[in-house]
């Protein structure tokens, strides 16, 4: 699956259109899925080649709670405020 998602008002993407790229394991949600950008970004928390995001929620701090629209909003939140202690 793919998603398109808006760069969030006052930040460097503001106005910019980015594609992400879903990949939805066979156990979603009990398992989460494994989402990268597939328009190339310049963030500290994105892989630069291969559009890896690092994010908590897509690795250990998962929740069958989280939808695929809550993951965009994470990530769209993410594009604002980046986490310089977690670079990819």
């Not at 503001?14 to 970004?41: D, N």
């Not at 995001?53 to 989280?66: F, Q």
Request: proline fraction near 12%.
């Amino acid at each position: 699956w793919t998603a398109l998602i808006k760069g969030p008002s006052e930040t460097p993407y503001e106005g910019g259109v980015f594609q992400l790229a879903f990949a939805v394991p066979e156990h979603y949600p009990l398992q989460p899925p494994q989402v990268r950008y597939l328009t190339k970004i310049f963030h500290p928390n994105v892989h630069f080649k291969t559009g890896e995001i690092c994010l908590d929620i897509l690795k250990n701090a998962w929740s069958p709670a989280w939808t695929l629209q809550s993951v965009c909003r994470a990530i769209i939140a993410l594009m604002a405020h980046p986490e310089p202690d977690s670079p990819l």
